[in-house]
């Protein structure tokens, strides 16, 4: 239902692109845990794969939209919503304690190619290696460091809000033509990787060993 949610929202903002978006979770301190794993977790290989293209198929549509995206990233992000946030052109993190970073390879399940490319691209390719293949979590200040972070600030909506205004403001249309000339490459990139990485992913979501942990998850989560 949220893939659903999300590309129709997605389609409206490629018919009327706006000045800029921001993406974020409001007063809540979590920005994106990730995946309903109680729900996720049950679905067999046909419509886990329809689940992860139309997931992936919206990480695109981000990236190829012709407006800049600012993450507001005032809680933790976490597996797929880590990667939601990667889609996005810049990320401002909000201070305190938070977690952030790719948790799959704790399930036995890959971090898909095409977040890997993401990751890389946002940061370098040796601090997306690293946190993709160790599951490490990292704070704000070690975002920033890294360069997943553009900004830090104290209330991340209010910052978010702030510099979205002002990509809006610039005239004409160089500010989402500058982010194309880009983007596009880098999609085509991701969309690749994804393509050709599918089948070996999926193959790690369904080994003994990740449908163990996740259903061991499952279990914690649900109590």
Same mark, same amino acid.
């Given at each position: ?41 049950? *679905? ?85 290696? *690293? ?16 360069? *997943? ?75």
């Amino acid at each position: 239902a949220l893939i659903s949610e999300l590309s129709a929202a997605m389609v409206d903002l490629e018919r009327s692109p706006p000045g800029a978006i921001v993406l974020g979770a409001g007063d809540s301190k979590v920005f994106s845990a990730g995946f309903d794993l109680p729900t996720v977790g049950e *679905y067999d290989p046909e419509h886990l794969t329809a689940f992860f293209v139309g997931f992936l198929g919206i990480v695109d549509r981000m990236l190829r939209l012709p407006c800049p995206i600012v993450a507001a990233v005032g809680g933790h992000a976490i597996a797929g919503g880590f990667i939601l946030s990667l889609a996005c052109d810049f990320r401002v993190v909000g201070s305190g304690r938070k977690k952030l970073g790719l948790s799959e390879v704790d399930l036995g399940a890959a971090v898909p190619a095409g977040a890997q490319v993401l990751l890389a691209e946002r940061t370098s390719p040796q601090v997306a290696r *690293y946190l993709s293949q160790t599951a490490a979590l990292i704070g704000p200040e070690e975002a920033f460091r890294v360069g *997943y972070a553009d900004e830090l600030a104290d209330d991340a909506n209010a910052r978010a809000l702030e510099l979205a205004a002002s990509l809006a403001a610039k005239p004409g249309s160089a500010v989402a033509t500058t982010k194309l000339l880009l983007g596009a490459e880098l999609a085509d990139r991701v969309q690749t990787a994804d393509r050709v990485g599918m089948e070996p992913f999926l193959a790690t979501w369904f080994s003994t060993e990740a449908q163990a942990a996740i259903a061991g998850l499952v279990r914690k989560l649900k109590g």
